[in-house]
C-alpha cells in the first residue's frame, strides 16, 4: 500500500482516496486471515500451498476488478459476472469442509467457471451505451483471463498433491 501512497507524490496518474486505502487494507487482512485460518487445517507443505494460490487468485480476482475490470474497464458490468468464480470456490470449499479432495474439485470448478464467465463476457453478452468498449483489445484479455484461471487450477493440483500424500501417509 504503501506503492501507491508514494506514487502519489511524484504522479497525477495515481490518485487513490482515503476509501481506496481502506478497501486495499481490508483486502489484504482478509486474505491475510483467511490464509491463517484454512492453511492451519493441515499440516501438509502442499495444501498450505494450495491455500495460498487460491487465496492469491481471489485476492488478485478481486483487486483487478475493482481497479480496472477484467474486461474492458472497472465500468462494465460484465466484470460483476466474475463474482460466480469466488462464489464457486468458497461455496466448494465450504461443501468439502476444507478437505483436499473436495478443495481440489472446488478449486478445478472455480477455474472452469472462470473460462466460462470469460467466454460470456467477450463472445455472449455484450452491453450497449456507456458501457460498451469500443476498443477492448481481446488477446490481451484472453491472456490475462487466462492466468488468472490457471491460478485456480494450480490451486487445484495442489489441493489434490495434498489429497495423495495424505492418502499415503494413512496407508
Not at 68 to 87: F, K, Q, R
Not at 117 to 126: E, G, Q, R, S
Request: net charge positive.
Amino acid at each position: 500500500m504503501l506503492i501507491p501512497l508514494v506514487a502519489m507524490q511524484f504522479s497525477t496518474e495515481v490518485n487513490w482516496s482515503v476509501f481506496d486505502f481502506v478497501v486495499a487494507g481490508g483486502l489484504l487482512f482478509g486474505a491475510g486471515l483467511t490464509f491463517v485460518l484454512i492453511a492451519r487445517k493441515w499440516n501438509n507443505t502442499a495444501y498450505r500451498l494450495g491455500v495460498g494460490v487460491a487465496v492469491a487468485a481471489g485476492l488478485l480476482l478481486v483487486w483487478a476488478n475493482l481497479a480496472v475490470g477484467l474486461v474492458g474497464s472497472e465500468d462494465n458490468p460484465a466484470n460483476l459476472l466474475y463474482g460466480g468464480v469466488l462464489a464457486v470456490a468458497l461455496i466448494g470449499a465450504f461443501a468439502a469442509r476444507f478437505r483436499p479432495a473436495g478443495m481440489s474439485r472446488a478449486m478445478f470448478g472455480a477455474g472452469l467457471t472462470y473460462v466460462l464467465v470469460t467466454a460470456i463476457a467477450l463472445f455472449v453478452w455484450k452491453p450497449t451505451g456507456a458501457a460498451a468498449e469500443p476498443s477492448v483489445h481481446l488477446l490481451n484479455v484472453l491472456v490475462a483471463n487466462g492466468v488468472f484461471a490457471a491460478l485456480w487450477v494450480v490451486a487445484g493440483l495442489l489441493f489434490r498433491r495434498a489429497g495423495a500424500t495424505a492418502n499415503r501417509q494413512l496407508a
